[in-house]
């Protein structure tokens, strides 16, 4: 049964909005928002608001109070929970709430859910409606890292780059600083603190010598967690003089090297207390899907690829771009040697070519943010 009045579709249009509350304080839990009503008026609404806490059915319940329940609707963006973790099942709490009706935005593909909590329900007698359409995609698109991890293992990846009107990302002398304006790079400093890891290939971390950390708007006392640092150096070139391995202490770094590596370099690398960990394949796509292979076991849900273009292209060529975010300068370079931002095999023909899903535009300060959505999971 899938979602068929007007007052369904509000109310699990507000959960979505609700579990956006919850972004950046609850992984690696997904964000969650939960609404219940009767007869069209809300009797309580609630989110998952931080890891180890209750989870968004059980505050929404909670917000309730003494009302009775057992003519209203529970509507949530995610299927509810049916184990015990930091917090019990939310399939339990709603069962003994007296709920008689639950709508859900969309479902949980972990193997501890996948669709048991809603089976759990009905075999109680509570009937699950399922959302459609564009509230599906609105409840799925909520979680991708989340659920990209839980199909597959890997981080969800956001790609971001910066390039002119001829789509370059640098010079034919290497120069890049700055392409986008400073609106732009605040942007991408937000981007940071809303990830598990920071990517970059060993040219970009040689070249800039960044610290890869997240600073909106110039703060970072404020911040509670900073991302992790990695960084694709198949030989372990990264010097133990550079700014990402003198942070190491305070923000992890992992260094992602091939089996070329020399045992020297990498010792002296994990000696500086950089995490190093060795991607094997046949060629560099194949290692780009191991190191993410490993990192998703260690639990990185999401990343924002930095690049530079080679290594950039070497995630194209993996099919482990997720999304990308391109900010188009007024600037022109010119030259065949200029660098673009995505390098790699590419394809042959234009049918070859990956379409993206959805395509958006947006005006930040004076360049234009290209986003698209390549995959959804």
């Not at 991408?188 to 800039?208: K, P, S």
């Amino acid at each position: 049964m899938t979602i068929g009045t007007e007052t369904d579709r509000v109310h699990m249009g507000r959960a979505i909005e609700l579990a956006q509350r919850g972004t950046g304080t609850v992984k690696p839990n997904p964000v969650v928002g939960a609404v219940i009503a009767r007869d069209g008026e809300v009797l309580g609404e609630g989110w998952h608001e931080r890891y180890g806490a209750a989870h968004a059915e059980v505050n929404a319940i909670e917000a309730c109070g003494l009302a009775d329940l057992s003519d209203a609707t529970l509507y949530v963006s995610l299927e509810p929970c049916c184990h015990e973790g930091k917090t019990p099942p939310c399939t339990e709490a709603i069962m003994q709430s007296g709920i008689r009706r639950v709508v859900v935005g969309s479902d949980d593909p972990t193997e501890k859910a996948a669709g048991r909590g809603l089976g759990i329900l009905r075999d109680e007698g509570i009937e699950v409606v399922l959302a459609d359409g564009e509230l599906a995609t609105q409840a799925r698109l909520l979680n991708q890292a989340f659920r990209k991890q839980a199909r597959v293992g890997r981080p969800w990846v956001l790609f971001k780059s910066a390039m002119t009107l001829d789509g370059k990302v640098a010079t034919r002398a290497g120069d890049s600083k700055w392409i986008s304006g400073e609106d732009s790079r605040e942007r991408a400093h937000q981007w940071r603190t809303e990830v598990d890891a920071v990517v970059v290939g060993i040219g970009t971390a040689l070249a800039d010598d960044p610290q890869l950390t997240a600073r909106p708007e110039g703060q970072t006392a404020e911040l509670e967690r900073q991302p992790r640092r990695v960084v694709f150096d198949s030989l372990a070139r990264l010097p133990p003089t550079s700014q990402l391995v003198g942070l190491a202490a305070q923000t992890p770094l992992t260094v992602v090297v091939s089996r070329a590596a020399a045992r020297a370099d990498t010792d002296a690398l994990e000696a500086a207390g950089v995490q190093v960990l060795v991607a094997t394949g046949e060629n560099e796509p194949a290692r780009v899907r191991s190191a993410l292979d490993q990192l998703g076991a260690a639990g990185v849900s999401s990343v924002l690829l930095e690049g530079g273009p080679h290594l950039a292209g070497a995630f194209l060529d993996a099919g482990e771009i997720d999304e990308l975010r391109l900010f188009l300068a007024p600037l022109l370079l010119g030259g065949s040697t200029a660098r673009d931002p995505l390098e790699g095999e590419g394809v042959e023909t234009i049918s070859q070519a990956l379409r993206a899903l959805t395509f958006e535009c947006e005006r930040v300060g004076e360049d234009l943010l290209i986003s698209a959505r390549l995959r959804e999971w």
